[in-house]
């Protein structure tokens, strides 16, 4: 019922003091061993609607964290740091990450799944056979983790920046790039300039791109004419589009922005990344994926 409640507020503008005051409480009242549990802050503590909203934003992040840092473990085989956890979800209060984390390992509910340094708190470790055995976790993990390069690129359909229909079908034998990022993402700030850079130096051979933005789908306040200056700064000129949910979830309900799909004139999966990566390694995927 609380989930239900707290959703239905997504759509409440976020204000920031809001999140930071229900980010401070939280620094001040986690206790370990002790779960927090969302409906009693939900009913007692912030009844507020930018609270409220806040806490939403906070609850549904939670169960997203455990994904992105087994998918950070698993492809830079190294656990994410404090600093791109706060990047990532778009953490601003100091200490927020932490105090996520500190949530996390204080739950019994949670599969005990991290390894953190006890005088800086950075993460040292993530266990992802833990959250691969987890019920909640592991089929989700399994999806985003697991076996894509080899494998047929899924289809889908959505509408681009202009409101036209775009399939992938349109990509049909071409070596291409499928990018998913949203506007507000550090790591997608980043990416941009080197996706551009791939863009000149390879369409030319065949090589498209088709950027997939999530604002729409992670419900945030971002404006078309937000979105169009962003592509007009990085010097876009590929396929920009709307990720929708159904792409969102055929691609293994990406959750980790940015993530990137090369895919091959055959329609496979040669290259699979989440996160920033070096223009270097983006080459390379470019070429393996051409013919």
């Given at each position: 019922m609380i989930a239900l409640l707290l959703s239905a507020l997504v759509a409440v503008p976020q204000a920031p003091?809001?999140?930071?005051?229900?980010?401070?409480?939280?620094?001040?009242?986690?206790?370990?061993?002790q779960p927090v549990v969302v409906s009693e802050l939900y009913n007692n503590v912030f009844t507020g609607p930018a609270e409220r909203a806040a806490l939403n934003r906070l609850f549904n992040?939670?169960?997203?964290?455990?994904?992105?840092?087994?998918?950070?473990?698993?492809?830079?085989?190294?656990?994410p740091t404090l600093a791109e956890i706060s990047e990532q979800f778009r953490f601003a209060v100091p200490g927020q990450a932490d105090v996520m984390l500190r949530i996390m390992?204080?739950?019994?509910?949670?599969?005990?799944?991290?390894?953190?340094?006890?005088?800086?708190?950075?993460?040292?470790?993530?266990?992802?056979?833990?959250?691969?055995?987890?019920?909640?976790?592991?089929?989700a993990l399994e999806r985003t983790i697991a076996g894509w390069e080899g494998r047929p690129a899924p289809a889908f359909r959505t509408t681009?920046?202009?409101?036209?229909?775009?399939?992938?079908?349109?990509?049909?034998?071409?070596?291409?790039?499928?990018?998913?990022w949203f506007?507000?993402?550090?790591?997608?700030?980043?990416?941009?300039?080197?996706?551009?850079?791939?863009?000149?130096?390879y369409a030319?051979?065949?090589?498209?791109?088709?950027?997939?933005?999530?604002?729409?789908?992670?419900?945030?306040?971002?404006?078309?004419?937000?979105?169009?200056?962003?592509a007009k700064k990085h010097g876009w000129?590929?396929?920009?589009?709307?990720m929708t949910a159904e792409a969102q979830e055929a691609y293994g309900a990406v959750s980790v922005f940015p993530t990137m799909f090369f895919v091959d004139a055959k329609g496979t999966v040669v290259r699979h990344f989440v996160n920033f990566q070096e223009k270097a390694v983006l080459e390379e995927a470019v070429k393996a994926a051409l013919p």
């Open positions: 003091e809001a999140e930071a005051r229900v980010v401070e409480y939280l620094k001040a009242n986690v206790k370990p061993g992040t939670f169960f997203k964290l455990p994904l992105y840092m087994a998918q950070q473990q698993r492809s830079a085989g190294k656990p390992e204080s739950d019994p509910r949670m599969p005990r799944f991290l390894a953190r340094d006890a005088a800086t708190g950075e993460i040292t470790n993530v266990d992802v056979e833990a959250i691969l055995a987890h019920p909640r976790f592991g089929k681009t920046y202009d409101g036209q229909p775009f399939a992938s079908e349109a990509l049909a034998g071409k070596a291409h790039l499928v990018y998913f506007t507000g993402c550090p790591p997608c700030v980043r990416t941009s300039p080197l996706v551009a850079e791939l863009d000149r130096a030319a051979r065949g090589f498209r791109i088709v950027g997939l933005n999530a604002d729409r789908v992670l419900e945030l306040p971002t404006s078309d004419e937000d979105r169009a200056a962003y000129t590929f396929t920009l589009a709307h």
